[in-house]
C-alpha cells in the first residue's frame, strides 16, 4: 500500500515536470509574438511616412482601412477574452469541488486501511485506493488545463493592449490638405473597445503542491 502512494507521488512529479516544460514553450511562442509585434510596429512607421508625404487621399483610404481591421481585431481579442474568463470561473470551481473530493477520499483511505488490517477487507481497500488514484489524475488534468487557459488569457490581455496602441498610432497619422499640401489636421479620435482585465485573485496556484 506504502508502494502505491509512493507511485502517486512520483506521477504527480513528472506531471508538474511536464507544466514546466510546456510553460517553456509557452515562453517561447511569447518571444515569437514580441517579434512579431516589432516588424508590425516597423511596417506601420513606413506606412506613416508614406502617409505624410502623400498629396492625395489614397494612402489616407488604405490606412483607415488597416485601422478598421485591427479594430476587429481588438474586438474579437475582447470577446475572447470575456469566454475565456467564463470558462477559467468554471474550471476554478470545478477544482475546489474537485479538492474537497480528493481529499474526503483520503479520509476514507486511513480508515478503510485501518479496517483492512483489522479485518482483512483488502478488497475494498484497494478499490478506494484506485478511486482516489482516479480522481487524482482527473485533478492534474483540471490543473494543467487550467494553466494552460492562465497564460493564453495573458497573452490575450497583452496582444489587447498591443492592438490598441496600434490603433492609437494609426490614428494619430496626420491628414493632408489637398489645396497647399500643408499639414494643417490631425485625427485626435481613439478607437475605444471594452478590455477586460483578468482578475488574478482567481489564479492562486501553488504549482508545487503535489497530489
Known amino acids: 500500500?506504502?508502494?502505491?502512494?509512493?507511485?502517486?507521488?512520483?506521477?504527480?512529479?513528472?506531471?508538474?515536470?511536464?507544466?514546466?516544460?510546456?510553460?517553456?514553450?509557452?515562453?517561447?511562442?511569447?518571444?515569437?509574438?514580441?517579434?512579431?509585434?516589432?516588424?508590425?510596429?516597423?511596417?506601420?512607421?513606413?506606412?506613416?511616412?508614406?502617409?505624410?508625404?502623400?498629396?492625395?487621399?489614397?494612402?489616407?483610404?488604405?490606412?483607415?482601412?488597416?485601422?478598421?481591421?485591427?479594430?476587429?481585431?481588438?474586438?474579437?481579442?475582447?470577446?475572447?477574452?470575456?469566454?475565456?474568463?467564463?470558462?477559467?470561473?468554471?474550471?476554478?470551481?470545478?477544482?475546489?469541488?474537485l479538492q474537497e473530493a480528493i481529499a474526503a477520499q483520503k479520509r476514507q483511505n486511513q480508515d478503510a486501511a485501518q479496517i483492512a488490517e483489522t479485518e482483512g477487507k483488502n478488497q475494498e481497500y484497494e478499490e478506494i485506493i484506485e478511486k482516489v488514484i482516479q480522481l487524482s489524475e482527473e485533478y492534474n488534468q483540471l490543473r494543467e488545463h487550467l494553466l494552460n487557459r492562465f497564460e493564453e488569457i495573458k497573452l490575450l490581455n497583452r496582444r489587447t493592449a498591443e492592438l490598441k496602441l496600434e490603433i492609437d498610432k494609426l490614428r494619430g497619422i496626420p491628414e493632408a490638405k489637398k489645396n497647399t499640401g500643408h499639414i494643417t489636421?490631425?485625427?485626435?479620435?481613439?478607437?475605444?473597445?471594452?478590455?477586460?482585465?483578468?482578475d488574478e485573485k482567481l489564479l492562486k496556484l501553488d504549482p508545487l503542491t503535489k497530489y
Open 1 to 97: 500500500m506504502e508502494e502505491d502512494i509512493a507511485k502517486q507521488i512520483l506521477s504527480g512529479e513528472k506531471k508538474l515536470k511536464a507544466l514546466g516544460e510546456k510553460e517553456l514553450a509557452i515562453r517561447g511562442r511569447m518571444q515569437k509574438l514580441q517579434e512579431n509585434r516589432k516588424a508590425l510596429e516597423a511596417r506601420l512607421g513606413l506606412m506613416k511616412i508614406e502617409a505624410d508625404m502623400a498629396r492625395d487621399g489614397k494612402m489616407k483610404a488604405a490606412v483607415q482601412e488597416q485601422v478598421s481591421q485591427l479594430v476587429q481585431k481588438l474586438k474579437d481579442n475582447s470577446e475572447e477574452v470575456k469566454k475565456e474568463n467564463r470558462e477559467l470561473e468554471t474550471i476554478l470551481g470545478f477544482r475546489e469541488q
Open 185 to 198: 489636421n490631425f485625427v485626435t479620435q481613439t478607437v475605444t473597445v471594452p478590455f477586460f482585465d483578468l
